[in-house]
């Protein structure tokens, strides 16, 4: 996979609760946006990869939903999130 186990626990170290922590929504959002960007820059070199595309429309479902959790739980955590991911809201 594109992602070493020593990479995926410094993304939750550096965005969780912890580097065993993998449930927190902060730590889950960073790792599909991780998979987001990856699966973007490799739909830029592959157009007509289909099932990539579908995944790829999936995941952001999901984040979509995780942000919109934490939104209703804790705004303030919502926005940390954002402005550190650079997402557009």
Same mark, same amino acid.
């Given at each position: 996979?594109?992602?070493?186990?020593?990479?995926?626990?410094?993304?939750?170290?550096?965005?969780?609760?912890?580097?065993?922590?993998?449930?927190?929504?902060?730590?889950?959002?960073?790792?599909?946006?991780?998979?987001?960007?990856?699966?973007?820059?490799?739909?830029?070199?592959?157009? @007509? &990869?289909?099932?990539?595309? $579908?995944?790829? +429309? *999936?995941?952001? !479902?999901? =984040?979509?939903?995780?942000?919109?959790?934490?939104?209703? @739980? &804790?705004?303030?955590?919502? $926005?940390?999130? +954002? *402005?550190?991911? !650079?997402? =557009?809201?």
């Amino acid at each position: 996979m594109y992602l070493s186990k020593e990479e995926k626990e410094q993304m939750f170290a550096k965005h969780g609760k912890g580097t065993k922590d993998t449930g927190s929504a902060e730590g889950q959002i960073a790792l599909f946006t991780q998979r987001i960007n990856h699966l973007t820059e490799h739909l830029k070199k592959n157009r @007509k &990869d289909f099932n990539t595309e $579908r995944s790829l +429309v *999936k995941l952001v !479902g999901k =984040r979509r939903s995780l942000l919109d959790y934490l939104t209703k @739980k &804790d705004v303030l955590r919502y $926005r940390a999130i +954002v *402005k550190e991911l !650079g997402l =557009r809201k």
